[in-house]
Nanobody
């Protein structure tokens, strides 16, 4: 059974940093493509960053240069380092993977950027 559990969200001032973590069980994060999505109130869920099976990385234009996605194989986890946070980054952030055609999501972690 694949399970993804996010942590690390919270309230931060504009310009601050947060590090999100996604702990995986039932799969190895080093084998499958993984990604971070976010959903702001009243908006559709959108891809923030993804890391492919070959290690290739993609970022949404809105976070390029500020966010960094990485795998932590020893912990079987994935992280998202978020720097220079802006109020428009406020959203629930979800961890995602796709295994044999099935989508798996974590429960989400709230990130609020506000002064």
């Amino acid at each position: 059974q694949v399970q993804l559990v996010e942590s690390g969200g919270g309230l931060v001032q504009p310009g601050g940093s947060l590090r999100l973590s996604c702990a995986a069980s039932g799969i190895s994060v080093t084998i499958y493509a993984m990604g971070w999505y976010r959903q702001a109130p009243g908006k559709q869920r959108e891809l923030v960053a993804s890391i492919n099976t070959d290690g290739g990385i993609n970022y949404a234009d809105s976070v390029k240069g500020r966010f960094t996605i990485s795998r932590e194989g020893a912990k079987n986890a994935m992280s998202l380092q978020m720097n220079s946070l802006k109020p428009e980054d406020t959203a629930v952030y979800y961890c995602h993977t796709r295994v044999y055609g099935n989508n798996y999501w974590g429960q989400g972690t709230q990130v609020t950027v506000s002064s």
